[in-house]
């Protein structure tokens, strides 16, 4: 009982890993690739595009296609971390950009009317803004990603998937819920504190 | 004296299509209130996007302070000119001190410079120091376009934008804003672009009236002059307003 405590522990903590490291990745390219659209209009429809596909992308397949990739494919977990980012992309892109073109424009003309730099908009008014908005979708991507970092266990990523993918073979219900549970409860966990978050950062 | 803003030729178009502004020439001098009074789509507010540049003409000069817009580093001239707008755009996540003090600050003043500035400036448009601390969402629409007023003087510049300032607000608080405008206006002196289509407003509050038609200046004229025209365009304007100006009273 105490090793299986342990266990559970070992892959939550794995499961973490994947979940944390792909959202760290994907806050760092997405958000300024969502302001980077808002700044150049041409690139909008490409880079909106390319994220929407990859998330029509079946994450089994995704896993499979990124196997080959050098240094990336070396590592079960790193594959992982990979697909899962790529897949949080299109919510933090899209909720950068919405968030920022939501702006009130008659405050982002106010602001350019007196002098403020881009730069200053963007810091000072645009983003403080839009934070609310953008980190609606971080919420959304973390919720998506704790379920879909359960799939990684089919590549030998570890994380509670593991329970799932042994349960299944064993036609085990019990072992299945041992990583749905605290999969679940994950889920939940991000989605109060970022939900939280979110409103409090919403302008009034 | 030279004038502070002038119109030499200008002409302002979007692409090729629709032309906003038509060969427009204007001269405002130091120190007065010009009102651009027309109606919706007359080129008002396009005239007063030219003077601090958010918007470029499609041909012709414009002069403030003997140096073309296009000469000017954009963002000097546009801290060199006070803006307020019939939203006030005033930012929702700024208390209303830090709201006054954007332009002092983005100017790099010093902090203990920028308070005591906010405070001569909250005294000046007629709000109690307290309301310093609270954000636009607390305030009523009337100390709200105060705000919005005290935040384009600041950084004290001599030309003043102001597009239908007072537009949003109820009849009672408008009056009261305007009167309070024209005694702020008796003693700074700015040079003031005044956008409106209210020709009561316009009358009160202009030295001069300019009349805006579809993109052509067709009058400038006193509020004096201006009651007294038998411009056809004029008189059609002031027949809009029939029941509230009698004829030859401003």
Sequence with gaps: MSQNHAEVMELTLEHLWLVGASMFCAVLIGIPLGILITRWPVLDKPILGSANIIQTIPSLALFGFLLPAPWIGARADRLAILALTLYALLPLIRNTYVGIRSVDPSVVEAGRGMGMTNPQLLWQVQLPLALGVIVAGVRVATVISVGLATIAAAIGAGGLGEYIFRGLAMVNNQVILAGAIPAALMALLADVVLGWLEKRLSPR | ?250
């Design chain 2, 1 to 250: 004296m030279n004038p502070a803003i002038r119109f030499r030729d200008v002409s302002y178009r979007i692409g090729n299509a629709r032309e906003l502004l038509h060969h427009l020439n204007l001269e405002i001098q130091p120190g007065e209130t010009v009102i651009l009074l027309g109606r919706s789509g007359s080129g008002k507010t396009t005239t007063l996007k030219l003077i601090n540049h958010l918007l470029t003409p499609s041909s012709g000069d414009i002069t403030v302070n003997d140096r073309l817009t296009r000469e000017w580093d954009v963002i000097q001239l546009r801290r060199s000119i006070g803006y307020v707008i019939q939203d006030i755009g005033l930012f929702p996540h700024f208390t209303i001190a830090r709201n006054i003090g954007l332009v002092p600050k983005i100017e790099n003043w010093p902090e203990a410079k920028i308070q005591s500035r906010t405070r001569e400036l909250l005294q000046l448009v007629g709000l109690e120091s307290d309301i310093a601390a609270r954000y636009p969402h607390e305030l009523s629409g009337g100390q709200r376009q105060r705000v919005g007023v005290a935040r384009a003087l600041a950084a004290d510049p001599p030309i003043l934008l102001m597009d239908e300032p007072f537009g949003a607000l109820d009849p009672i608080t408008r009056a009261e804003l305007q009167r309070e405008f024209l005694e702020l206006q008796r003693s700074l002196r700015k040079t003031v672009v005044f956008v409106t289509h209210d020709l009561r407003e316009a009358l009160l509050l202009g030295t001069r009236i300019a009349l805006l038609e579809a993109g052509r200046m067709v009058a400038m004229l006193s509020a004096e002059e201006f009651v007294k025209s038998s411009d056809p365009l004029v008189l059609a304007y002031m027949r809009a307003f029939e029941p509230a100006v009698p004829r030859g009273q401003a």
